[in-house]
């Protein structure tokens, strides 16, 4: 099946700094979403984003399907962005998702 | 409008009983998914149900796990004789397209 690697596996970040979190898969996607998992274990739709650049307040997110990497930039960051970041995929017939890792985020005042 | 909703929101049962999780997905959405978390395995995909089609067992790890979906919509996830390792959070999720939304869990804990 297809493989979702996520990098770093863990961030401590100054409030007010910028970041970036990476996500590589080993082959094509018809979906692939991030997620922020928050304290409470739920997990928040960020972006459906198979391919492209997307943007919503200081979250964005870049997809190059054919190089089969996607980013999600975080900026000017705040102690609420803390906790745990999914990327998730699904390739072919098959729409279930198979997830990452994840990347624990903490953001210090 | 109102998102997925799982009930209970946790639960706790002895090893060897059944236990019955249930999800109400978003109206309208044709497909259904459970997945589940734990320490050892992250996120992983148990059951997918869409439409009137015949579900993806692929992910239920033994016999013990079943789920049913009535009427299209609400779901029930049933662990028959749980053990230890069943513990996790149990999630699930809807989707009318690609997207998939996904509800709070249930915190389920196997003495």
């Known amino acids: 099946g297809i493989q979702v690697e996520q990098s770093p596996p863990d961030l401590i970040l100054q409030e007010g700094a910028n970041s970036t979190l990476r996500c590589n898969f080993s082959d094509s996607v018809n979906n692939l979403q991030w997620f922020h998992q928050n304290p409470w274990g739920q997990l928040i739709n960020l972006f459906y984003?198979?391919?492209g650049t997307k943007q919503n307040g200081r979250l964005s997110a870049t997809t190059v399907a054919t190089e089969r990497y996607s980013l999600l930039y975080i900026s000017s960051s705040q102690t609420t962005d803390s906790g745990v970041y999914f990327c998730?995929?699904?390739?072919?017939?098959?729409?279930?998702?198979?997830f990452g890792k994840g990347i624990t985020l903490s953001v210090r005042p | 409008g109102a998102g997925v909703s799982q009930s209970p929101s946790n639960k706790v049962t002895e090893k060897g009983k059944d236990v019955e999780l249930r999800c109400d997905p978003i109206s309208g959405h044709t497909a259904l998914y459970w997945y589940r978390q734990s320490l050892g395995q992250g996120l992983e995909f148990l059951i997918y149900f869409q439409g009137n089609s015949a579900p993806d067992k692929s992910g239920l790890p033994s016999d013990r796990f079943s789920a049913e979906r009535t009427g299209g919509s609400v779901s029930t996830l049933t662990i028959q004789r749980t053990q230890q390792e069943d513990s996790a959070v149990y999630l699930c999720?809807?989707?009318?397209?690609?997207?998939?939304?996904f509800g709070p869990g249930t915190r389920l804990t196997v003495l």
């Open positions: 999720a809807s989707s009318d397209t690609y997207e998939q939304f």
């Open positions: 984003i198979p391919s």
């Open positions: 998730a995929v699904s390739s072919g017939a098959n729409s279930k998702l198979t």
